[in-house]
């Protein structure tokens, strides 16, 4: 029997809310123990909760749901996720998405409830409860399901595999940016990290990288760059707490068996690396507080170049995270474009998702710098490795470190936060200052009444000028 809604929901608005609902469809709403669950990066809460319908005597029927709340900014792109006709999204989205199974509910602070369906005979885990092998087995569940079951590589008649695509660097990033509901974010949040989104390289701890934002404006030399990416659904937030694992009595989970929840985003013409690089940025971004600096690093350069094998100062589970990802999505490529195309896909939604991480503000400023600057890492290495663009002379160097920057004052534009004062570069060095121009011009009256001067004396003082 599940206890009364506090204190597992503390929260007066939404306890309110669940008790109205419950009193409305002529249901007692309760929260089983230890049930309380909060999920991811985007601020959403999902937990489980228990509803019980009237029955004749002796039977009390009752169903699990999740609940997920949705944080106000985010409600418009959760309900558009589950509106698409699941009928669409084959057998793959009978197994393992979470159905919509009633009408949300608007809260009057702006946030919305909504209920998935979840199993009575299971207790579900998130991914990003599980550890060791539990968490490896899970991973590598989820990836596979999602490319060889949802995105099958079967050849269809008249077709290779899964369609490819053609565009250019700049419009990639920007689609990509915007699927994850980050491109009104990020160019603040460059900002608050002391850069200018404008700026052709940062320079992080003494090491230019080129800024791998600067790549969607179309003045910039790379933006046109050719990209070719083979498309297919992808669920769209993919990461630890939109994957629900059920455990056995014993406590086993079963992860053949799990549950996309969240299905805020999913795409049916998404690069097919999306998914793969959400859900491995989200779950090796656990262990990076723990790592030193050549672990680090040494993480950073395999993601970004992980046919190199596993770099020797990167041990545990983080390293298998990676080795697993690429793994998985090279096997899957095998009979496409190759492992080589794939993992250049892969990269570019590295990036798309590392800049994505940056506008998270429970990830700043640690681990958000971490995720700029593998962004910025792994576009050098796909410039490097791409068809050749012609260079250009930098506009701007952002660096790192810089003192924090101002906080907006009231002038500030709120609906271009992008148009916000970022920190700039530090001060050049002593010696290159120059004066205000007001100054500059009263040295040059002054140097040029001296020269006067100087002319007249020397003309009063030539011989014969007194007979003149």
């Not at 046109?224 to 629900?244: Q, T, Y």
């Not at 697993?324 to 999505?329: F, K, P, Q, R, S």
């Not at 009263?442 to 007979?467: D, F, R, T």
Request: include cysteine.
């Amino acid at each position: 029997m599940g206890e009364p809604l506090e204190p597992y929901v503390p929260d007066p608005t939404l306890r309110a809310a669940l008790e109205d609902f419950g009193q409305q469809c002529d249901r007692e709403i309760s929260v089983p123990p230890q049930t309380r669950l909060d999920r991811g990066y985007g601020g959403g809460t999902l937990f489980v909760a228990r509803l019980t319908e009237p029955a004749p005597p002796g039977r009390e029927p009752t169903r699990k749901v999740f609940v997920k709340v949705l944080p106000a900014r985010s409600r418009q792109r959760e309900v558009r996720g589950q509106q698409r006709p699941r009928a669409a999204l084959g057998d793959f989205a009978r197994q393992h998405l979470a159905e919509q199974i009633f009408p949300p509910i608007d809260l009057r602070d702006g946030r919305r409830l909504m209920f998935q369906e979840t199993t009575d005979d299971a207790r579900m885990r998130g991914l990003d409860e599980l550890d060791g092998e539990d968490l490896l087995a899970a991973f590598r569940a989820v990836l596979e399901a999602v490319l060889h079951e949802w995105n099958s590589a079967a050849p269809a008649p008249g077709r290779a595999g899964p369609p490819h695509r053609e565009t250019t660097l700049g419009p990639y990033l920007e689609r990509e940016l915007r699927a994850a509901g980050a491109w009104e974010k990020i160019h603040h949040a460059l900002g608050i990290f002391g850069f200018r989104s404008d700026a052709e390289s940062l320079v992080i701890d003494s090491r230019p990288l080129p800024n791998p934002l600067r790549t969607v404006d179309p003045a910039s030399p790379h933006h046109r760059r050719p990209v070719r990416f083979h498309a297919g659904f992808a669920h769209g937030d993919l990461h630890g707490g939109n994957v629900l694992v059920p455990c056995g009595a014993d406590g086993r989970p079963h992860p053949e068996r799990f549950s996309l929840v969240g299905l805020s985003a999913v795409d049916a013409e998404a690069p097919l690396t999306r998914d793969v690089a959400a859900l491995l940025l989200a779950t090796v971004l656990r262990y990076v507080p723990s790592l030193d600096h050549d672990g680090s690093e040494a993480l950073i350069d395999y993601l970004v170049h992980p046919q190199r094998g596993r770099p020797g100062a990167l041990v545990g589970p983080v390293a298998e995270l990676v080795r697993i990802a690429d793994e998985v999505g090279t096997a899957y490529a095998q009979p496409l474009a190759g492992p080589a195309t794939w993992r250049r896909q892969a990269r570019l939604s590295l990036i798309a998702q590392a800049l994505t991480c940056t506008t998270f503000e429970d990830l700043r400023p640690d681990r958000g710098l971490w995720c700029l600057r593998l962004a910025a890492r792994a576009m050098q290495a796909h410039l490097q490795e791409s068809p050749v663009a012609p260079a250009a002379p930098a506009t701007a160097v952002g660096r790192w470190p810089v003192r924090p920057p101002a906080t907006p004052g009231p002038g500030t534009d709120a609906a271009h936060p992008h148009r916000q004062p970022a920190a700039g570069p530090p001060d050049p060095d002593p010696g290159q200052h120059s004066g205000p121009p007001s100054r500059v011009l009263v040295w040059c009256l002054l140097a040029a009444a001296l020269l006067a001067l100087a002319g007249v004396a020397a003309w009063a003082l030539a011989p014969g000028s007194a007979a003149t």
